[in-house]
C-alpha cells in the first residue's frame, strides 16, 4: 500500500498565486485532515472531513478550501498565497476501525510564498 | 477547548542515558486519547506511544514509556537507553473521544527538540 500521498513535496509560490496541494490515501479511511507546521507552534488543524461529501473547519481554516468528493481524495486549495502562508503542509487519515489514535501521515508539503 | 504545552523547546541527553520530556493539556472532558509523536529530520511523523484516559497504567513501547497523571493533567515521555536514532522533534498531541467525528482532529503542543549526544 502507498498509505497517504501527497504531491508537490516542495513548492514555491508568489503573493497572490493559487494552487492546489494533493492528498490522496489508498486505505479507504473515512477521516482525512490537513495540518500546517509553522516553528515553535507545533502542527495546527486547517480542514478535516469525516467522509465524502463532509468538510468541517478546523483551528486555522482562513485562506484554505478543501473538497471531499471521493474517499481517496482530499485536497486543500489555497486561493490567493500569502506569505504567511509559508509552512509545511501535513495530510493525514485514519478509519474508525485502526484503533484510538492511528493516524497516517503523508510526507508533507513544504511551501514557501514570495 | 483544548490546548496542549511542552515547555521544553530543546533537551539533549547523552547517549545510553535516560531522558524525559514534559507535556502538560488542559481539558474538561474525561474521555480522550494523549499520544507523543516523533519528526526526525526526514519529516515523517511516527507515532511512539499512546496512551487512553481511562486507563490507570502507564503505557509502554519498548524503551519508551509515560508518565501519566490525569488528576494533574500531565503526560511525560521517559525514553530509556537513548541512541543516536532518537534524535527527532517530539510531539505531544491530545485527541478528544467525546464524538466519533473526532476521529482525524489531533491537538499538538509545540514540540521538544531532542539532540542525543554520542
Same mark, same amino acid.
Given at each position: 500500500n502507498a498509505g497517504v500521498t501527497q504531491t508537490p513535496k516542495f513548492q514555491v509560490l508568489k503573493t497572490?498565486?493559487? $494552487?492546489? *496541494?494533493?492528498? /490522496?490515501?489508498?486505505?479507504?479511511?473515512?477521516? $482525512?485532515?490537513w495540518y500546517r507546521q509553522d516553528p515553535g507552534m507545533g502542527l495546527r488543524l486547517i480542514h478535516y472531513s469525516v467522509g465524502a461529501g463532509i468538510t468541517d473547519q478546523g483551528e486555522v481554516p482562513n485562506g484554505y478550501n478543501v473538497s471531499r468528493s471521493t474517499t481517496e481524495d482530499f485536497p486543500l486549495r489555497l486561493l490567493s498565497a500569502a506569505p504567511s502562508q509559508t509552512s509545511v503542509y501535513f495530510? /493525514?487519515?485514519?478509519?474508525?476501525?485502526?484503533?484510538?489514535?492511528? *493516524?497516517?501521515?503523508?510526507?508533507?508539503?513544504? *511551501?514557501?510564498?514570495l | 477547548a483544548q490546548t496542549v504545552t511542552q515547555s521544553q523547546p530543546e533537551m539533549s541527553v547523552q547517549e545510553a542515558e535516560t531522558v524525559t520530556l514534559s507535556c502538560t493539556y488542559d481539558t474538561s472532558e474525561s474521555d480522550y486519547y494523549l499520544f507523543w509523536y516523533k519528526q526526525p529530520p526526514s519529516r515523517q511523523m511516527i507515532l511512539v506511544i499512546r496512551q487512553e484516559a481511562y486507563k490507570q497504567q502507564n503505557a509502554t513501547e519498548n524503551r519508551f514509556s509515560v508518565n501519566f497523571q490525569k488528576a494533574a493533567k500531565s503526560f511525560s515521555l521517559k525514553i530509556s537507553d537513548s541512541q543516536l536514532g532518537d534524535a527527532a522533534m517530539y510531539f505531544c498531541a491530545y485527541r478528544s473521544e467525546l464524538r466519533e467525528t473526532s476521529g482525524s482532529r489531533l491537538t499538538f503542543g509545540e514540540g521538544t527538540q531532542l539532540t542525543v549526544n554520542p
Open positions: 497572490g498565486q493559487s $494552487m492546489t *496541494l494533493q492528498c /490522496a490515501q489508498d486505505m479507504n479511511h473515512e477521516y $482525512m485532515s495530510c /493525514a487519515s485514519r478509519t474508525s476501525h485502526s484503533g484510538p489514535g492511528k *493516524l497516517f501521515f503523508g510526507s508533507g508539503t513544504q *511551501l514557501s510564498v | -
